[in-house]
């Protein structure tokens, strides 16, 4: 069974840096697309960005230059290095595992961010 840790977040002031780390165990990472989605009070949960199992990533267009989305094969890990944080940046950020051609979605518990002074 696919499990998700997600880990990294806390508190941190508008314009400074978190990274987010999202380990996984259960099956073989390599044919996992990986991506990060995160969730307001009171909001839906909103694609992040993603990394494909091909190497390449995705993000949403308001994340683009702010966030870097990796995986490293060999450590089962994915990562969300996020740069210049916004106060509207808060939320739990969630880890989602999704297997080459199969439709389930796997989740971690998440993980709190907060951006504030």
């Known amino acids: 069974q696919v499990q998700l840790v997600e880990s990294g977040g806390g508190l941190v002031q508008p314009g400074g840096s978190l990274t987010l780390s999202c380990t996984f165990s259960?099956?073989?990472?390599?044919?996992?697309?990986m991506a990060w989605y995160r969730q307001a009070p009171g909001k839906q949960r909103t694609f992040v960005a993603s990394?494909?199992?091909?190497?390449?990533?995705n993000y949403l267009d308001t994340m683009k230059g702010r966030f870097t989305i990796s995986r490293d094969n060999a450590k089962n890990t994915l990562y969300l290095q996020m740069n210049s944080l916004k106060p509207e940046d808060t939320a739990v950020y969630y880890c989602?595992?999704?297997?080459?051609?199969?439709?389930?979605?796997?989740w971690g518990q998440g993980t709190q961010v907060t951006v504030s002074s």
């Open positions: 989602n595992a999704r297997r080459s051609g199969y439709s389930r979605d796997y």
């Open positions: 259960g099956s073989d990472f390599s044919i996992y697309h």
């Open positions: 990394a494909f199992i091909n190497g390449n990533t």
